[in-house]
């Protein structure tokens, strides 16, 4: 397996886990005044009340008196009974048929659930016991208690509950106060609180403030955002000249940049109140819910002016109406996002400063109304840093850390190019626990470099014990790649070997480290890329005279190569300058969508697919066939010390003759 940390690093640390901040671990979130009582209950970090209104303690109390009152008449009403009335005795309806037949029955009173009846006593000083049974429909009953001259009647009405009634207009009121009590717990007034912003909300004080310097690898976007600052900071200096600052600015950029850094940093620059939410907490189970959330976080907000509004992944509510090749429609996203665009619309009316800012690294599928001028007037990038950019974020991250002198951020940032500034805070806390690991005082070069490798490769599987004839044929493949990739500096320079398993699949790597950025790739480029993927098995073929499958992955990555240079590129003499491929998205590495061909062009495209990778494995031979002492010598190194890397691995490949 060959690594190429400038093409293949976007897949391996997930986005936006870190990002670099002096003092954001500290942040503390506090309330403005009383018009920030009503954020919800389900905030990350709650804010305190200070001044609670005695009047709203004072009904809260009532309340909950109330609420125990009547849940103690409800079962008093329903146990009392029980437990105060003298329990009379049932019998199966079958002995009550016996005892009458038998003259045993003196009276009874038939009801529709229970008939009650007086046994015959044999003195007439004395009561006969009275008993109960369960009727069933019986319309022989009457007969059978004429012929034995039994009293009967229908039993009595029961007498006005009074009590029982009393509770039933009582008890009702009461469970409606109670569910309000439980939705009102938050303090807010209003009652349920659903429709209230889950916004976050920062405000400057005692947390410590993020500033632009916090920020780096992004000095155009800081640029940008400046002016913001400067408005809020002093609006007479543009209002004077009939200018106006724009409603929104939308950051774009791939994941782990800093957008959601840079937003904070504009509040922090402006000292103004900071509104955090995230698009997806507009959205909830029941219909209106949004809307009303949008209207709610602009009220807050206008009550706060000047003040920033910032919106986290906006593509959730923010998705364009005509998605799916239909427009129109009645969905509560929809319903969402019309809201927002009316709030956008009218928030500057009456005067109050309001800037929204808002972030997402698909800006592909927003909505035209919402990236229109009037609303979202500018659109800022945010990209991947360059060199000069990844040492000055690697310099604020390594203020946390305790460096050894000898470190050199410089040569770390040029071996990490493609890297955003989540994966350089990676890099470097992965650098700090493999320095406490080894027990180590201060962050040595040596745990860089490997924290490169565990970004890149994964963690080394040692446990995986490979037998002697499978480590001879992983040892012959990366020297096979090291040393066709030697002769292709297009493709950096290789610095590492190894044959110790890494990662879920990898059995051994060669490492190459880009030397600069580079943001164009010529034909003959990518076809040196081809052949290194190409020179692992290739070198099988020399040394064994057979393939394994331990080239799946090399294979894959060359085909996709060489369909991008003839479907993508126009790299194809046969087919032209055309593209048969449409990229969807260039943040987060979408699926392409291939063009409708004829079969006659599809059957083009693969034999020149085909071409170009059989061009790039004859290569590959050739480069094998021309160095095959070195490949066996430096192969037999591997297999002694299972890594080499530095001047050892130079020495080796300066020895390198050209096909």
């Known amino acids: 397996?060959?690594?190429?940390?400038?093409?293949?690093?976007?897949?391996?640390?997930?986005?936006?886990?870190?990002?670099?901040?002096?003092?954001?671990?500290?942040?503390?979130?506090?309330?403005?005044?009383?018009?920030?009582?009503?954020?919800?209950?389900?905030?990350?970090?709650?804010?305190?009340i200070k001044n609670e209104d005695p009047k709203r303690s004072r009904s809260r109390l009532i309340g909950n008196i109330l609420l125990l009152v009547g849940v103690g008449l409800f079962i008093f009403n329903i146990f009392a009974p029980q437990l105060l009335s003298n329990q009379i005795p049932r019998v199966p309806y079958s002995l009550f048929i016996h005892q009458v037949q038998e003259n045993m029955v003196a009276r009874a009173y038939i009801g529709q659930d229970q008939i009650r009846y007086q046994l015959r006593s044999g003195s007439p000083d004395r009561q006969g016991e009275v008993i109960s049974t369960t009727p069933i429909f019986d319309l022989e009953l009457p007969k059978l208690l004429e012929e034995h001259k039994v009293e009967f009647a229908a039993a009595p009405p029961q007498g006005n509950n009074w009590f029982g009634t009393l509770l039933?207009?009582?008890?009702?009121?009461?469970?409606?106060?109670?569910?309000?009590?439980?939705?009102?717990?938050?303090?807010?007034?209003?009652?349920?609180?659903?429709?209230?912003?889950?916004?976050?909300?920062?405000?400057?004080?005692?947390?410590?403030?993020?500033?632009?310097?916090?920020?780096?690898?992004?000095?155009?976007?800081?640029?940008?955002?400046?002016?913001?600052?400067?408005?809020?900071?002093?609006?007479?200096?543009?209002?004077?000249?009939?200018?106006?600052?724009?409603?929104?600015?939308?950051?774009?950029g791939p994941p782990g940049t800093g957008k959601t850094l840079l937003a904070k940093a504009v509040a922090g620059e402006a000292g103004v109140p900071f509104f955090s939410i995230s698009g997806s907490e507009f959205v909830e189970l029941f219909v209106g819910v949004g809307s009303a959330r949008v209207r709610d976080l602009f009220e807050q907000a206008k009550k706060q002016s000047p003040c920033i509004v910032f919106i986290d992944e906006l593509d959730a509510i923010g998705k364009s109406r005509s998605s799916g090749g239909f427009y129109g429609g009645n969905d509560e996203r929809e319903q969402t996002l019309n809201q927002l665009l009316t709030e956008m619309d009218g928030f500057g009316a009456d005067g109050k400063t309001v800037i929204v800012l808002a972030a997402t690294n698909r800006p592909e599928s927003l909505d035209?109304?919402?990236?229109?001028?009037?609303?979202?007037?500018?659109?800022?990038?945010?990209?991947?840093?360059?060199?000069?950019?990844?040492?000055?974020?690697?310099?604020?991250?390594?203020?946390?850390?305790?460096?050894?002198?000898?470190?050199?951020?410089?040569?770390?940032?040029?071996?990490?190019?493609?890297?955003?500034?989540a994966d350089l805070a990676n890099l470097i806390n992965e650098g700090a626990l493999l320095a406490a690991r080894a027990g180590r005082s201060s962050v040595m070069m040596a745990d860089l470099s490997e924290a490169i490798e565990r970004v890149v490769a994964g963690l080394e599987k040692k446990s995986r014990v490979l037998n002697e004839n499978e480590k001879r044929i992983v040892a012959y493949h990366e020297v096979g790649h090291a040393i066709v990739g030697a002769l292709s500096p297009s493709s950096g320079k290789v610095e590492k070997i190894s044959i110790v398993p890494r990662g879920m699949a990898a059995l051994g790597y060669t490492l190459q480290m880009p030397q600069e950025d580079?943001?164009?790739m010529s034909k003959e480029d990518m076809e040196a890329q081809i052949a290194t993927l190409l020179g692992g098995r290739s070198a099988e073929e020399i040394v064994f005279g057979s393939i394994t499958t331990g080239a799946a992955n090399d294979l894959q990555r060359a085909t996709e190569m060489a369909e991008k240079m003839v479907t993508s590129y126009g790299m194809s003499k046969v087919l032209g300058p055309l593209a048969y491929q449409q990229q969807q998205n260039g943040f987060l590495g979408g699926m392409s969508n291939q063009r409708p061909v004829s079969p006659q062009t599809a059957e083009l495209i693969d034999q020149e697919i085909k071409q170009i990778v059989e061009a790039g494995h004859q290569k590959a031979l050739a480069i094998l066939h021309a160095n095959r002492e070195l490949l066996e010598s430096l192969a037999t190194k591997l297999l002694d010390s299972e890594v080499i890397e530095g001047e050892t691995l130079h020495h080796f490949l300066s020895q390198i003759k050209s096909a």
């Open 518 to 520: 580079r943001f164009l």
């Open 168 to 252: 039933s207009w009582v008890i009702p009121p009461l469970i409606f106060v109670g569910i309000f009590q439980l939705f009102n717990r938050g303090g807010a007034p209003g009652g349920l609180q659903i429709s209230k912003s889950k916004a976050k909300v920062y405000v400057q004080g005692d947390a410590p403030k993020i500033l632009f310097a916090d920020v780096a690898g992004v000095d155009e976007a800081k640029a940008e955002l400046e002016e913001i600052v400067q408005f809020l900071k002093t609006p007479e200096r543009y209002t004077s000249l009939g200018a106006r600052i724009p409603k929104g600015v939308l950051l774009v």
């Open 1 to 48: 397996m060959i690594l190429n940390c400038n093409k293949f690093l976007l897949f391996i640390v997930p986005p936006d886990r870190f990002v670099w901040a002096k003092g954001r671990e500290s942040e503390q979130i506090k309330p403005i005044g009383d018009s920030i009582i009503n954020l919800s209950l389900k905030l990350i970090t709650p804010m305190a």
């Open 368 to 421: 035209p109304a919402l990236l229109r001028p009037g609303r979202f007037d500018r659109q800022v990038l945010v990209d991947r840093p360059d060199k000069i950019g990844r040492e000055a974020i690697l310099k604020i991250h390594a203020r946390k850390v305790t460096l050894d002198p000898s470190v050199d951020l410089a040569v770390i940032a040029a071996r990490t190019s493609g890297f955003a500034g």
